[in-house]
């Protein structure tokens, strides 16, 4: 889920953001506490597949084991099938909302390199060039370049 246009109860969804390894339902959770500052979010490593505003209540799965958050801000609106709503940057999911103050928390999730797992030329984030495989070297804070957060570090 990307965005939301809750008067209308409408959801924009975008099925190339979740993992390969596809969730069955009783993966997800619904999620009534779960807090970060002021905002109802979904636990570490899930992100909103669903939204009750009333009874103030998330669904959230898991988009991918190996995936890692970095909560950015940046709510942009966009017009899908006639109705313009709030949405999360393109390329990021939604991690949680406060309604009354039409504000959402958007994350952008992107595979967690290791040595155990290392990724290949092109694929982060890696943390140190232990991450990448062969001779490929992590290079920090580049992933604006490849129309990801500035902040992805990518095997190159």
């Given at each position: 889920m990307t965005g939301v246009h809750i008067d209308q109860n409408v959801l924009l969804c975008d099925d190339t953001l979740v993992s390969n390894e596809q969730f069955e339902e009783r993966e997800e959770v619904v999620d009534g506490d779960t807090?970060?500052?002021?905002?109802?979010?979904?636990?570490?490593?899930?992100?909103?597949?669903?939204?009750?505003?009333?009874?103030?209540?998330?669904?959230?799965?898991?988009?991918?084991?190996?995936?890692?958050?970095?909560?950015?801000?940046?709510?942009?609106?966009?017009?899908?099938?006639?109705?313009?709503?709030?949405?999360?940057?393109?390329?990021?999911?939604?991690?949680?909302?406060h309604a009354d103050r039409n504000d959402f928390m958007c994350a952008v999730a992107w595979d967690k390199c290791t040595p155990e797992f290392p990724c290949p030329a092109g694929h982060g984030d890696c943390d140190t060039d232990a991450d990448c495989q062969g001779e490929t070297r992590c290079r920090h804070n580049i992933g604006g370049t490849r129309g990801l957060h500035p902040a992805v570090d990518i095997c190159e």
């Open positions: 807090q970060q500052g002021s905002m109802h979010v979904c636990p570490d490593q899930m992100a909103m597949t669903g939204y009750h505003k009333h009874h103030n209540q998330l669904l959230c799965a898991k988009v991918g084991p190996t995936w890692d958050f970095l909560d950015i801000n940046g709510v942009t609106q966009r017009t899908i099938g006639g109705i313009r709503m709030h949405a999360c940057p393109v390329g990021t999911v939604m991690r949680g909302i």
